[in-house]
């Protein structure tokens, strides 16, 4: 992938991305989480364009009747790693939660692994610390 076609991808994802730790319960009641970056637009092929790079899974949003159809890009676990790992270097708005995300998924064990309390505890820490990032303000 060309430098330039990263750098876009990277601006784009600052306006109109995210990036999430999510927090869900297992077949057996236990708390797991994985790293999630989304992107959502109403221009249905710049979405596909990014999947075609990245993997994920593409979804139509429901909308209101006055409003356009959006669709909405989710990469989770190591490829939304592989996403942030190409970005990162453009970010300047999203930086520290790309960081942060990088970090909690390089961290993380195989699936179908359980998780010592310690480790439980840090990536929860992580939940905590990625929702705050979000509402900082930006200094530059």
């Known amino acids: 992938m060309k430098k330039i076609d990263i750098a876009f991808m990277a601006g784009f994802f600052e306006g109109e991305g995210?990036?999430?730790i999510c927090r869900y319960l297992d077949k057996?009641?236990?708390?797991?989480?994985?790293?999630?970056?989304?992107?959502?637009q109403t221009n249905e092929?710049?979405?596909?364009?990014?999947?075609?790079?990245?993997?994920?899974?593409?979804?139509?949003m429901g909308r209101k009747p006055q409003e356009k159809q959006r669709w909405q890009l989710a990469i989770t676990g190591k490829k939304a790693l592989c996403f942030l790992e190409v970005v990162?270097?453009?970010?300047?708005?999203?930086?520290?939660e790309a960081e942060?995300?990088?970090?909690?998924?390089?961290?993380?064990?195989?699936?179908?692994?359980?998780?010592?309390v310690a480790d439980s505890v840090l990536q929860e820490a992580d939940?905590?610390?990625?929702?705050?990032?979000?509402?900082?303000p930006i200094i530059s």
Not at 88 to 96: C, E, H, S
């Open 18 to 20: 995210c990036i999430s």
């Open 45 to 60: 092929w710049i979405i596909n364009w990014f999947q075609w790079n990245f993997g994920g899974s593409v979804n139509k």
């Open 88 to 96: 990162l270097p453009y970010l300047k708005l999203k930086r520290a």
């Open 127 to 136: 939940r905590v610390r990625m929702a705050h990032l979000k509402n900082r």
């Open 100 to 116: 942060l995300g990088i970090e909690f998924q390089k961290r993380k064990r195989g699936s179908g692994h359980y998780l010592k």
């Open 28 to 40: 057996g009641n236990r708390k797991q989480m994985y790293l999630r970056v989304a992107i959502s």
